[in-house]
């Protein structure tokens, strides 16, 4: 038997013992269709009036692809990764390999992809339950540091330093404006999905679960919760996540080096991203992701040679002016819901 139940700001449908719920009221969904609506234009308006904002806009997509998937790996583990390019280069090198030595294409190699850094993950899946604090941080930094060294050492495989080319196009229409174009809309695909998803996994029961371990490991095993489990389980899927950004960057680019992404500096800029947009929340990612990108893209235009070192110490301070990220500006004014915040474990 199927029952309607309408409330002043939702609409629930129940059917023996499932029930689904769609939001109504505006205040719900009024912001968030604005600015995707407004996402989705920027690459029509840039197309004609500055093309070159398309790739800035496809950068600022994928950083915030990473950072997100980041957010959700802070709060399942209570731990702060500090080597999430990591599971980029895993991903990337596969999709790379793949297409060079085996002429996949970007459908062919992205379960392999997946996979494969599924399966990465999962064999270091136990430094989130060994190492805390410190040892943690240290552990994940290294991690891409000593991957990179790798693809230098066994330079005729991974061509490290100067990087993997002859990868097939993501997409391929004969003209480069046209693929820049669909690339971006592909990027904001990935990036909102992302947004979507890890946003309805925080709101579930697991996120709570999850919240529960971030805030307390001690009260979390106290009311029965399967720490371990949880932790492996988020590592996991955040990984697989941040392994997809690294499969859409070798095809992306056509090429991929270990120099590009597995290095410290690749490394800071997710950091910044996920702490300037606001200390590992979802919809902080997004802003900082636009934040850090346009920003960068702006100094190296008009600052020149000084941007490498004006770039960070913009970053830093603010930081320091704005602990709770660009985001929390907003969170001030409008707090609901729970969102992770980033704690470094003794």
Not at 99 to 126: K, R
Not at 129 to 141: D, E, K, M, Q
Not at 254 to 272: D, E, H, P, R
């Amino acid at each position: 038997m199927v029952s309607y139940e309408l409330k002043r700001d939702r609409v629930t449908i129940r059917t023996k013992d499932k029930k689904w719920e769609w939001i109504i009221e505006p205040r719900y969904w009024r912001n968030s269709i604005i600015w995707v609506s407004l996402l989705f234009i920027f690459p029509i308006v840039s197309y004609f009036v500055y093309p070159g904002l398309i790739n800035t806009m496809i950068s600022a997509n994928l950083l915030a692809s990473i950072a997100m998937p980041m957010s959700l790996m802070t709060m399942g583990t209570g731990r702060v990764n500090f080597g999430p390019n990591f599971f980029v280069g895993v991903g990337g090198y596969t999709a790379a390999l793949l297409s060079i030595h085996f002429g996949m294409g970007p459908l062919a190699s992205l379960p392999f992809a997946v996979a494969i850094t599924l399966f990465t993950a999962l064999l270091y899946s136990p430094l989130v339950i060994v190492a805390r604090g410190l040892y943690y941080v240290l552990l994940s930094l290294l991690l891409p540091l000593v991957f990179f060294e790798i693809t230098v050492i066994y330079t005729d495989i991974f061509k490290g330093d100067t990087g993997l080319f002859g990868i097939k196009p993501l997409i391929d229409t004969g003209n480069a404006k046209i693929n820049f174009l669909v690339i971006a809309y592909l990027s904001l695909a990935l990036m909102i999905a992302y947004l979507w998803g890890i946003n309805k996994m925080i709101k579930s029961r697991y996120g709570l679960v999850m919240a529960a371990i971030n805030d307390d490991e001690e009260v979390a095993h106290g009311i029965g919760v399967n720490i371990s489990k949880v932790k492996i389980i988020s590592f996991v899927a955040a990984a697989s996540m941040i392994g997809v950004v690294g499969w859409f960057y070798a095809h992306y680019f056509s090429s991929f080096a270990g120099q590009t992404y597995l290095t410290f500096t690749f490394m800071l800029k997710v950091f910044l991203v996920l702490m300037v947009g606001g200390r590992a929340q979802i919809f902080g990612a997004v802003v900082g992701g636009y934040f850090v990108t346009f920003l960068e893209m702006l100094m190296i235009r008009f600052m020149g040679p000084i941007q490498p070192v004006l770039f960070p110490i913009i970053l830093l301070v603010l930081l320091f002016v704005l602990p709770e990220g660009l985001f929390g500006i907003y969170r001030k004014r409008r707090y609901r819901e729970y969102f992770p915040t980033i704690h470094v474990r003794r």
